[in-house]
Nanobody, 120 residues
Framework: QVQLVESGGGLVQPGGSLRLSCAAS????????MGWYRQAPGKQRELVAA???????NYADSVKGRFTISRDNAKNTVYLQMNSLKPEDTAVYYC??????????????WGQGTQVTVSS
């Protein structure tokens, strides 16, 4: 069984920074891509950023130039450095592991979510 454990959320003032981490654990052979999604109240879940095992990245237009995603393949861990935060970044942030291969399964997994609140 695969578990994704997120950390790093919290309350920050506009213009501030936060760093999210997500570690995948279990009998994992490989993970194709890891990423972060977010969901604000009353809105659909949306992709924030994703990174493949080869290092290719994809960002939502709204976070380009402010957020940076990185990954440690050896630790099955993904990070999201968020700078110049805005109130509209307020949401629950979810970690995703895409196309995870384990000893018994091949599929996607989600973390439990971590709250990010940007407010003065």
């Amino acid at each position: 069984q695969v578990q994704l454990v997120e950390s790093g959320g919290g309350l920050v003032q506009p213009g501030g920074s936060l760093r999210l981490s997500c570690a995948a654990s279990g009998s994992i052979f490989s993970i194709y891509a890891m990423g972060w999604y977010r969901q604000a109240p009353g809105k659909q879940r949306e992709l924030v950023a994703a990174i493949t095992s080869g290092g290719s990245t994809n960002y939502a237009d709204s976070v380009k130039g402010r957020f940076t995603i990185s990954r440690d393949n050896a630790k099955n861990t993904v990070y999201l450095q968020m700078n110049s935060l805005k109130p509209e970044d307020t949401a629950v942030y979810y970690c995703n592991a895409d196309r995870v291969r384990t000893t018994t399964r091949y599929g996607d997994y989600w973390g439990q979510g971590t709250q990010v609140t940007v407010s003065s």
